[in-house]
């Protein structure tokens, strides 16, 4: 909402509000016929308040959604060098290749002075490496350190230089970090395997310690890292996320058991070599323990809070429903998304949280027809789901290091952005939001909520219109509302097209990354 905007409450007097916004207009594209737009659209009393604005809209605009004939300008740059910078080489990349490039330089360096040879500071080393990397992986998704990161990146002030905020604000891309750490985690484990392995060869005395537990445990779990990592993969990870999450749950917990077991046995056998040191004391004097420690805290932490609250749930459509929930320990802050799951050991899913009254708990998810899932959940709403965790800030966070915005969304994308708009109700933006029957897929509450947070948002009913061209637009809005960002909630495929057709053209976008 621009800054010269009011938020415009329900109780706000139809004709006082008509006399104070006189000039704007709401831009809906619906269907060339007024009389076809008031049928649909006046369903409540804010309707009728853009209704004639809304009806003076329809008639110049084309079919293909376009309010205007501005150019969009050419992509910044070679073709190779933009592929290369903006794809190839994204935030998210670059944070993995630093942390995975650091990591094999280190272990090369090791490798090569150790010769092959597994003495016992080699292997505590290699030991210790691993555990860093592992316990750096699982803390960079715990959801205290993230909220923490937006928090802390977050506060940077607007008056700051565009060129810091636009940096800062890839923040969301911290699942670099994460991975870049998962990856190491197997090559530092691989190199532990293949000295315990030549020890256990050759007998050395070093390594063995008359314990062949070491050798059997060190495969199992070599191999389940191997099947974390392979399962993590993007691409397997989008055609098949529950066998992702499956594996990624059960195989770490399996993981974690055993590196606990394999630590006290090695530390058991290595204790020997000083006598009259107990095994509760030599533990605590090693690395790995307090690093093995300090993980298994994390991964426990959200699962204590894993609880079966009431839902109330809004039947908005065959394509939608709304869930609403209250309950004591579930505040939400500035666009945060919750876990939610009718199955807690089966699979997950994440929404964002959309405030609905300043000063208490309540909330609800905006939940659309994605997938079975979610197509279940439509069909039979629930009355009670599972939660877990506490609520984690989203990318989209990231809009308050901006003066003014311009917020493109797709379908159920509007739900984080009404997240954002609730808890900043002052914030400058536009809004384009393109999906089929906006009215009646999502219902009155959320178009009412739309054009509270933007009167003059751009709704765009792809069944009446086709699907426009977002870029198109997107610049178009960037550029008459002199937005310092562009941030994009779609699908994968539009979120890609729009953020990089912004940032192809020198223009700050942001779009969710779909790492976890």
Request: aromatic share 10%; charged share 15%; hydrophobic share 45%.
């Amino acid at each position: 909402m621009s800054a010269s905007q009011e938020t415009l409450s329900a109780d706000t007097p139809l004709q006082e509000y008509d006399e104070r916004h006189a000039g704007s207009r709401s831009t809906v594209v619906h269907t060339s016929s007024c009389e076809t737009l008031q049928n649909e659209y006046v369903t409540g009393p804010l309707e009728e308040t853009f209704l004639e604005k809304t009806c003076e809209g329809v008639s110049d605009l084309p079919k293909n959604g376009h309010p205007s004939s501005l150019a969009v300008p050419s992509k910044r740059g070679p073709r190779f060098w933009r592929a290369l910078r903006l794809t190839f080489f994204s935030y998210y990349r670059r944070l993995f290749t630093l942390v995975f490039t650091t990591n094999l330089a280190v272990l090369v360096a090791l490798a090569v002075r150790s010769r092959g040879v597994a003495s016992i500071s080699t292997l505590s080393h290699v030991s210790t490496a691993s555990s860093v990397n592992l316990t750096v992986a699982v803390v960079f998704r715990h959801e205290h350190l993230v909220n923490l990161l937006f928090v802390v990146f977050g506060s940077i002030p607007v008056s700051a230089p565009l060129c810091i905020r636009r940096t800062l604000a890839k923040v969301f891309h911290y699942g670099g970090l994460h991975s870049g750490c998962g990856v190491a985690t197997v090559c530092w484990f691989l190199l532990y395997a293949a000295l315990v392995t030549r020890g256990f060869i050759i007998r050395d005395p070093a390594v063995i310690r008359e314990e062949p537990a070491i050798i059997v445990i060190t495969y199992v779990l070599l191999t389940l890292l191997l099947g974390i990592v392979v399962f993590a993969h993007p691409r397997f990870r989008h055609l098949a996320h529950n066998s992702f999450e499956a594996v990624h749950r059960f195989a770490g917990w399996m993981g974690v058991v055993l590196l606990w077991i394999h630590t006290v046995i090695v530390a058991n056998a290595f204790r020997k070599a000083q006598p009259g040191q107990s095994l509760g004391k030599f533990l605590v004097t090693i690395p790995p323990f307090w690093l093995l420690l300090i993980t298994t805290l994390s991964i426990i932490y959200p699962w204590i809070h894993l609880r079966k609250v009431a839902v109330r749930p809004e039947y908005l459509s065959g394509h939608a429903v709304r869930l609403h929930f209250d309950y004591a320990a579930s505040r939400v802050s500035l666009c945060t998304a919750l876990r939610v799951s009718d199955n807690p050991l089966k699979e997950w899913h994440v929404f964002a949280t959309i405030p609905e009254a300043q000063g208490t708990t309540s909330f609800s998810l905006l939940v659309s027809h994605a997938g079975d899932w979610s197509h279940r959940i439509i069909r039979n709403p629930p009355t009670k789901l599972w939660v877990r965790g506490v609520p984690t800030s989203g990318f989209l966070r990231c809009a308050i290091m901006f003066q003014r915005v311009v917020i493109v969304a797709t379908g159920s994308g509007i739900g984080p952005v009404l997240s954002l708009m609730t808890g900043r109700p002052n914030l400058s933006c536009r809004i384009l939001w393109s999906t089929r029957h906006p009215q009646s897929t999502y219902g009155s509450a959320v178009m009412n909520a739309v054009l509270r947070a933007d009167h003059d948002a751009m709704i765009i009913d792809t069944n009446a219109t086709g699907r426009p061209d977002l870029v198109g637009l997107a610049y178009q809005l960037y550029v008459n509302y002199d937005a310092e960002a562009v941030f994009v909630i779609s699908n994968p495929a539009s979120t890609r097209k729009v953020v990089y057709g912004m940032e192809s053209r020198g223009i700050p976008a942001y779009g969710p990354i779909w790492d976890s």
